[in-house]
């Protein structure tokens, strides 16, 4: 009879309550199992005999049920990352969690697994079965409104955890980056005319921003060192600053212009746009605005990473 199928659910809630109540982390798994077990009945249920496809990476093609699937193994992730944070004290493996961060690698996993959903299903269509048969091919299941939320969710969540001193600052860094660069793909790709438009170029331009921003913020991950001068300085310090302000920064700056920072700049300033006439920014306004991000980018670097002094050459030239 139907009403079987409660117990299931019934014992989902139970696992849940007791989850919590005493914030112990068996019941964070046993509510991860149970979970799986109700969401497998309901993928197999409603969509073993659906035929449509999803374009999950460029090029390759998966059924609506796995995909479904892939959906369910992300919320129980998510379930597992809630419980290693509301987790009594005192826990097995709690000196090692912290230690190794894993609390924020698991999160930043997380972010990979869901930007690469939402960009999935930003390029699905409407189903022929949709309500209205006008929007097929027309609207996507998902909108772009649903990434800015939940980039921004990422965003609030993960430095409030770091504020917890829950997680560290490296995948604090790497959590956040993903989360921006994938707003700002987004962003970049429906505004542009006559210009590549698939799942692969949005990837890439999500790939090139988040490595933008992770360089521009890795520094914060480094121990500062206290030095007066630049002549006090260790020489490891001295290959450090110089490999990323002279090396590093600049390579990473150059290869994100074209895929993002032409566009971006030419967005906000108005050049392109989806009216009839667009024009592209100028090469000179490109570097000029290149120049002021790595200026900007060194001395962020600089004052962090030597905040005594030690740093005032690079200084002057990022000024």
């Given at each position: 009879?139907?009403?079987?199928?409660?117990?299931?659910?019934?014992?989902?809630?139970?696992?849940?309550?007791?989850?919590?109540?005493?914030?112990?982390?068996?019941?964070?798994?046993?509510?991860?199992?149970?979970?799986?077990?109700?969401?497998?009945?309901?993928?197999?249920?409603?969509?073993?005999?659906?035929t449509?496809?999803?374009?999950?990476?460029?090029?390759?093609?998966m059924?609506?049920?796995?995909?479904?699937?892939?959906?369910?193994?992300?919320?129980?992730?998510?379930?597992?990352?809630?419980?290693?944070?509301?987790?009594?004290?005192?826990?097995?493996?709690?000196?090692?969690?912290?230690?190794?961060?894993?609390?924020?690698?698991c999160?930043?996993?997380?972010?990979?697994?869901?930007?690469?959903?939402?960009?999935?299903?930003?390029?699905?269509?409407?189903?022929?079965?949709?309500?209205?048969?006008?929007?097929?091919?027309?609207?996507?299941?998902?909108?772009?409104?649903?990434?800015?939320?939940?980039?921004?969710?990422?965003?609030?969540?993960?430095?409030?955890?770091?504020?917890?001193?829950?997680?560290?600052?490296?995948?604090?860094?790497?959590?956040?980056?993903?989360?921006?660069?994938?707003?700002?793909?987004?962003?970049?790709?429906?505004?542009l005319?006559?210009?590549?438009?698939?799942?692969?170029?949005?990837?890439?331009?999500?790939?090139?921003?988040?490595?933008?921003?992770?360089?521009?913020?890795?520094p914060?991950?480094?121990?500062?060192?206290?030095?007066?001068?630049?002549?006090?300085?260790?020489?490891?310090?001295?290959?450090?600053?110089?490999?990323?302000?002279?090396?590093?920064?600049?390579?990473?700056?150059?290869?994100?212009?074209?895929?993002?920072?032409?566009p971006?700049?030419?967005?906000?300033?108005?050049?392109?746009?989806?009216?009839?006439?667009?024009?592209?920014?100028?090469?000179?306004?490109?570097?000029?605005?290149?120049?002021?991000?790595?200026?900007?980018?060194?001395?962020?670097?600089?004052?962090?990473?030597?905040?005594?002094g030690?740093?005032?050459?690079?200084?002057?030239?990022?000024?």
């Amino acid at each position: 009879p139907p009403w079987a199928a409660l117990l299931i659910p019934m014992l989902l809630a139970e696992s849940l309550a007791l989850w919590v109540i005493t914030k112990q982390l068996r019941y964070a798994f046993l509510t991860v199992f149970v979970f799986f077990t109700c969401c497998t009945i309901l993928i197999t249920y409603r969509m073993t005999f659906l035929t449509e496809t999803v374009e999950i990476v460029p090029g390759k093609q998966m059924l609506l049920k796995t995909f479904a699937k892939v959906s369910m193994f992300a919320t129980m992730w998510l379930i597992i990352i809630i419980g290693m944070v509301h987790r009594a004290p005192g826990g097995v493996g709690k000196d090692f969690m912290k230690k190794y961060d894993v609390t924020g690698a698991c999160f930043a996993v997380y972010v990979f697994v869901l930007s690469a959903m939402e960009f999935s299903l930003l390029r699905q269509p409407m189903p022929v079965y949709s309500r209205d048969s006008f929007e097929f091919g027309r609207v996507a299941v998902y909108s772009a409104s649903a990434v800015y939320c939940t980039g921004l969710l990422t965003l609030v969540i993960m430095w409030h955890l770091k504020a917890q001193k829950l997680v560290k600052g490296v995948s604090t860094v790497v959590a956040s980056s993903m989360a921006i660069g994938k707003m700002i793909a987004v962003t970049i790709q429906p505004n542009l005319v006559g210009v590549d438009n698939s799942l692969a170029s949005l990837y890439l331009r999500w790939i090139v921003a988040s490595s933008l921003l992770m360089t521009i913020c890795c520094p914060y991950a480094l121990k500062p060192v206290y030095v007066k001068s630049s002549i006090q300085l260790p020489k490891n310090a001295s290959i450090t600053v110089v490999s990323y302000c002279a090396v590093i920064l600049p390579l990473v700056i150059i290869a994100s212009v074209r895929l993002v920072l032409e566009p971006l700049v030419g967005l906000l300033t108005g050049h392109n746009s989806t009216a009839f006439y667009t024009t592209s920014p100028k090469f000179s306004e490109i570097i000029g605005y290149s120049s002021a991000l790595w200026g900007v980018s060194v001395l962020s670097m600089v004052n962090h990473y030597l905040p005594n002094g030690g740093g005032d050459v690079w200084k002057r030239v990022a000024a």
